[in-house]
């Protein structure tokens, strides 16, 4: 597609409940990024993907967060068990690597209440 | 694990004015790149000024441009001629040579007043 597509824009959902957050990346991107932007601060690193693979998920909080990337394009965020605590703008990006440059989506802003 | 520091949490200034934000890192890497985004209320993050830091010259885009100190590891943008549409988060970030994520900023809210 011409960009990062994500979906929902916005969710709501109770706490304790499961969320899916997906990412549809530029066609071609091999890298994709997942960031989470809590109010007032800077996107902070969650997993980076290249190809299927998860080469990187250091910046996962805890085992209540997952995502997949099953045949390199779209990507899940996956969040079990949702808390108040996760409430904030999930942001993807896509890339051809090698520092050339990052496109973001436009996030999906969850809130648990 | 690199960090990157913003220290003016909101700046304002008069349209047509010139503006620089600032920005300084930590990083142990000699081969990396900076980044300035720029985020409007629609959330996007939009890449303003990227640069690589085997390059000495300042990356320069139209009206934007940064001093990019490598010794001193400060990675400033100036804005020129402002303009109302430049009212926005920006953020400074850093990406180590490969394919890793990027390392924000907390961020500086740049507001233009008319």
């Known amino acids: 597609g011409a960009g990062v597509s994500q979906t929902p824009s916005n969710k709501v959902t109770e706490k304790g409940k499961y969320v899916e957050l997906r990412c549809d990346p530029i066609?071609?991107?091999?890298?994709l990024y997942w960031y989470r932007q809590s109010l007032g601060q800077g996107p902070e690193f969650l997993i980076y993907?290249?190809?299927?693979?998860?080469?990187?998920d250091s910046g996962l909080p805890n085992d209540r967060f997952f995502a997949v990337r099953p045949e390199g394009s779209v990507s899940t965020l996956k969040i079990q068990r949702t808390e108040r605590g996760d409430s904030a703008v999930y942001l993807c990006?896509?890339?051809?690597?090698?520092?050339?440059?990052?496109?973001f989506g436009s996030g999906t802003r969850l809130t648990v209440v | 694990a690199q960090t990157v520091t913003q220290s003016q949490p909101e700046m304002s200034v008069q349209e047509a004015e010139t503006v620089t934000l600032s920005c300084t890192y930590d990083?142990?890497?000699?081969?990396?790149?900076l980044f300035w985004y720029k985020q409007p209320p629609s959330r996007q993050m939009i890449l303003v000024i990227r640069?690589?830091?085997?390059?000495?010259q300042n990356a320069t885009e139209n009206r934007f441009s940064v001093n990019f100190q490598k010794a001193a590891k400060s990675f400033s943008l100036k804005i020129s001629d402002s303009q109302l549409g430049d009212t926005a988060m920006y953020f400074c970030a850093f990406s180590w040579g490969g394919a890793d994520g990027l390392t924000f900023g907390k961020g500086t809210h740049l507001i233009i007043q008319p």
């Open positions: 993907f290249q190809g299927t693979g998860a080469a990187d």
């Open positions: 066609s071609g991107h091999t890298a």
């Open positions: 990083t142990s890497e000699n081969n990396y790149y």
């Open positions: 990006a896509s890339s051809l690597g090698g520092g050339k440059g990052y496109t």
């Open positions: 640069q690589e830091a085997y390059k000495q």
